[in-house]
């Protein structure tokens, strides 16, 4: 079983919608959850962290469901510029190795 | 250096060919790691470095690739006798060993075997 699993989408929207990535994971020792994005051809970069309390970047929110081993993504208002693929990223207590899923992609359409 | 630098940036190379992709981490970064990415595909892992500790080699897809990294710095990824099936971008990335903050990525070298 892989240590984390994404829907691949692709996810299609219009401008403006709000749209909702879920990630699963399998370790319950899971420490630190991250999400990138990477656009085509280029390299995954942070995009946010995610904490136990949820957070908030702008129209980006992610959520951290511990009891039911998910993390979430939600991007309000999406713009053009948000066509990408997300990444959803966990490491393990004692065990400083970086899980990557395969990633969900996102087409904003005008 | 300011981030993760990877060269070659583009290999294109000849069936049965040995080549070498390097990657050099961010200073003070003590973990390493090696992925390979197929055209519209995920993430593979390859191989990981944490500093003095015995590499997760798991990833490594056969044993014509191997992966060293001296003096905990500079990494180098030998791909022996290259198949094209081996065409893909490889990524390096390198992160601080506390498990919290992020790995940062290189650019990636874009490998063509042909």
């Known amino acids: 079983r892989k240590e984390v699993e994404q829907d691949p989408g692709p996810f299609n929207v219009p401008e403006g919608a709000t749209v909702a990535f879920n990630c699963t994971y399998s370790?319950?020792?899971?420490?630190?959850f991250f999400w990138y994005r990477q656009d085509c051809r280029k390299e995954p970069k942070l995009l946010m962290s995610v904490y136990s309390s949820g957070n908030e970047d702008g129209r980006f929110t992610a959520q951290l469901n511990r009891a039911s081993q998910y993390i979430s993504l939600l991007i309000r208002d999406s713009k053009l510029s948000d066509s990408a693929t997300y990444l959803c990223?966990?490491?393990?207590?004692?065990?400083?190795?970086?899980?990557f899923g395969s990633g969900t992609k996102l087409n904003v359409k005008p | 250096g300011a981030g993760v630098s990877q060269s070659p940036s583009n290999k294109v190379t000849e069936k049965g060919k040995d080549v070498e992709l390097r990657c050099d981490p961010i200073?003070?970064?003590?973990?390493l790691y090696w992925y390979r990415q197929s055209l519209g595909q995920g993430l593979e892992f390859l191989i990981y470095f944490q500093g003095n500790s015995a590499p997760d080699k798991s990833g490594l897809p056969s044993d014509r690739f191997s992966a060293e990294r001296t003096g905990g710095s500079v990494s180098t990824l030998t791909i022996q006798r290259t198949q094209q099936e081996d065409s893909a971008v490889y990524l390096c990335?390198?992160?601080?060993?506390?498990?919290?903050?992020?790995?940062?990525f290189g650019q990636g070298t874009r490998l063509t075997v042909v």
């Open positions: 990223v966990v490491t393990l207590y004692n065990f400083n190795k970086f899980y």
């Open positions: 200073s003070g970064h003590t973990a």
């Open positions: 990335a390198s992160s601080l060993p506390d498990g919290y903050t992020e790995a940062f």
């Open positions: 370790n319950s020792a899971s420490q630190s």
